[in-house]
T-cell receptor, first 113, second 115 residues
Framework: GENVEQHPSTLSVQEGDSAVIKCTYS??????FPWYKQELGKGPQLIID?????GEKKDQRIAVTLNKTAKHFSLHITETQPEDSAVYFC????????????FGKGTKLSVIP | DTGVSQDPRHKITKRGQNVTFRCDPI?????LYWYRQTLGQGPEFLTY????????KSRLLSDRFSAERPKGSFSTLEIQRTEQGDSAMYLC?????????????FGEGSRLTVL
């Protein structure tokens, strides 16, 4: 089955700096890669996703890049703000309509004011 | 609030007892998912319904676990003879059929503590 590795497990940045979280996946058949943000006491919420036919996608301060050959994808957050502090999860699946996402173990991001 | 609703939010039980969790998906979402999340880990897929049909179950779903969605609306997840290893957050999510995005809409979860 699919295996998703995520690094780092914790990340502290100064407000205004950039944060980068990296993930690798094992199954070359995976073609859909979402990122979820989970705040304390809440369920995960989708922040951005990318499909395998796209190398990069941006949404305001958030961007995701995908390298299919190397089987890795990354989340980039620029101009970090205290409200960006949360746990971020990457995931992979065989298609956006797939019922089964395989998640990484998460990265706890702390943005220091 | 029209999001995914889960009940109860917290459940503390003794080992060997049975527990049941309920999930009300977003209205008109016909796909419903259960995931389990243990401390410091990402969510793990348990099972998936399309309408009332349970189409897939993970190997994580032992014989002590049973999920139902009898009328294709709300779903229940029952754990029989709970064990300490069952302590986790049980997350429910839903999506509409034929969605062109892969977004799962998660509820806030039901946290189970088995003493």
């Amino acid at each position: 089955g699919e295996n998703v590795e995520q690094h780092p497990s914790t990340l502290s940045v100064q407000e205004g700096d950039s944060a980068v979280i990296k993930c690798t996946y094992s199954d070359s058949a995976s073609n859909y890669f979402p990122w979820y943000k989970q705040e304390l006491g809440k369920g995960p919420q989708l922040i951005i996703d990318i499909r395998s036919n796209v190398g990069e996608k941006k949404d305001q301060r958030i961007a995701v890049t995908l390298n299919k050959t190397a089987k890795h994808f990354s989340l980039h957050i620029t101009e970090t703000q205290p409200e960006d502090s949360a746990v971020y999860f990457c995931a992979a699946s065989k298609g956006a309509g797939s019922y089964q996402l395989t998640f990484g173990k998460g990265t706890k991001l702390s943005v220091i004011p | 609030d029209t999001g995914v609703s889960q009940d109860p939010r917290h459940k503390i039980t003794k080992r060997g007892q049975n527990v049941t969790f309920r999930c009300d998906p977003i209205s008109e979402h016909n796909r419903l998912y259960w995931y389990r999340q243990t401390l410091g880990q990402g969510p793990e897929f348990l099972t998936y319904f399309q309408n009332e049909a349970q189409l897939e179950k993970s190997r994580l779903l032992s014989d002590r676990f049973s999920a139902e969605r009898p009328k294709g609306s709300f779903s229940t997840l029952e754990i029989q003879r709970t064990e300490q290893g069952d302590s986790a957050m049980y997350l429910c999510a839903s999506t509409p059929a034929g969605a062109n995005t892969g977004e799962l809409f998660f509820g806030e979860g039901s946290r189970l503590t088995v003493l």
